[in-house]
């Protein structure tokens, strides 16, 4: 059972993935992830306010944790690769580009070198973790 549990997390993290920033301007929108535009809208458009806004949002798509509607809601732990630095998001959207779509906020919270706003990507390592709401 230990074996099975270790493998479980272990398949909640991913390495070197390429994270792009989408302009999801959730002040803008007054934090509406239907207005937004999010996949996960039809499941959690009615979250408390608090919720919305408790995490920078993202998209997933990584190699690593479950895809659509199963993500929707969770948290992770994104760190920048080169600089160490790091960000909570909650999974509003899903991506097709492989890795992560993160607001835009969210990316330049991480993106402290400014290498990332320079090439429009980074390279992040994240893991799923308990968004403690």
């Not at 398949?11 to 390429?18: C, H, I, N, P, Y």
């Not at 306010?49 to 732990?77: D, E, M, N, V």
Request: charged share 15%.
């Amino acid at each position: 059972m230990i074996c099975l549990l270790v493998g479980s997390a272990a398949a909640q993290q991913a390495s070197g993935v390429v994270a792009t920033y989408n302009q999801y301007n959730p002040a803008q929108v007054d934090w509406d992830l239907g207005a937004a535009g999010a996949f996960c809208a039809t499941w959690d458009a009615e979250m408390p306010l608090a919720w919305r806004q408790r995490y920078g949002w993202t998209a997933f798509c990584g190699p690593a944790g479950a895809h659509g509607k199963a993500s929707c809601g969770r948290c992770l732990l994104v760190t920048n690769a080169a600089t160490g630095d790091q960000a909570t998001a909650r999974v509003v959207d899903e991506c097709h580009n492989g890795g992560l779509d993160l607001d835009a906020a969210v990316f330049g919270e991480i993106d402290t070198d400014g290498a990332g706003a320079a090439s429009g990507s980074l390279v992040v390592d994240y893991q799923f973790v308990d968004c403690q709401d």
